[in-house]
């Protein structure tokens, strides 16, 4: 039986949701579809994506809904995702979400699971501010991971309203080590009788 799992995963920075995600999707045989990492890639390939991107993020602004939802039915609709995938960063707002369920719909399947990666604020600061240290970025403040975090308490809320309201976010408590986390996420998929392709070693 081939296992399909159409998961997304939510998290404020410094959740830990991009090692997370990438744990889950590799033991579920899903791609992630990230849309961060396809902007970078195409920004450092130099593609027309790109250059469209870097000039809307040098303004200061966000990608605009359309555009970012347009890569995504894009990369959904590769061969590595007709059994399933595992988003991160998208959709980020409800408009997205509308632009997210159309696309399905369309393809006669929904999203199983939306995965929340609960971290007290104090715990992502607090995270964020050791990695900035720890890594050199001169970006990471106080005050621009403050602002960060605000963008995604005002931004995702509403998101977890919607898919609360089917049934399918699973909240996880997002601190501790990574394997505990992992194995929560494990077990919350499980009761929704969503199985690993892959047993974990």
């Not at 849309?35 to 130099?46: L, Q, S, V, Y």
């Amino acid at each position: 039986m081939t296992t399909s799992a159409r998961l997304l995963i939510v998290g404020p920075q410094g959740s830990g949701k991009g090692t997370q995600g990438v744990r889950i999707a590799e033991s579920y045989g899903i791609p992630v579809v990230s849309t961060g990492d396809i902007f970078r890639a195409n920004i450092k390939e130099g593609t027309p994506l790109g250059q469209q991107v870097t000039q809307i993020l040098d303004k200061g602004d966000l990608v605009p809904d359309e555009l970012t939802s347009e890569i995504v039915r894009d990369r959904l609709s590769q061969d590595d995702a007709e059994n399933g995938f595992l988003l991160d960063g998208y959709p980020r707002n409800t408009a997205q979400v509308a632009h997210l369920e159309s696309f399905l719909a369309e393809r006669g399947s929904a999203l199983d699971a939306v995965i929340l990666l609960d971290v007290p604020r104090e715990e992502s600061l607090e995270r964020l501010t050791l990695r900035a240290t720890e890594q050199g970025r001169s970006d990471d403040t106080p005050e621009a991971i403050g602002h960060r975090l605000d963008i995604y308490e005002r931004e995702t809320a509403p998101i977890l309203e919607v898919y609360g309201a089917k049934g399918i976010v699973d909240r996880i408590d997002g601190v501790g080590s990574l394997d505990e986390i992992t194995s929560r996420i494990a077990e919350a998929l499980a009761a929704r009788g969503l199985r690993p392709a892959v047993s974990a070693s």
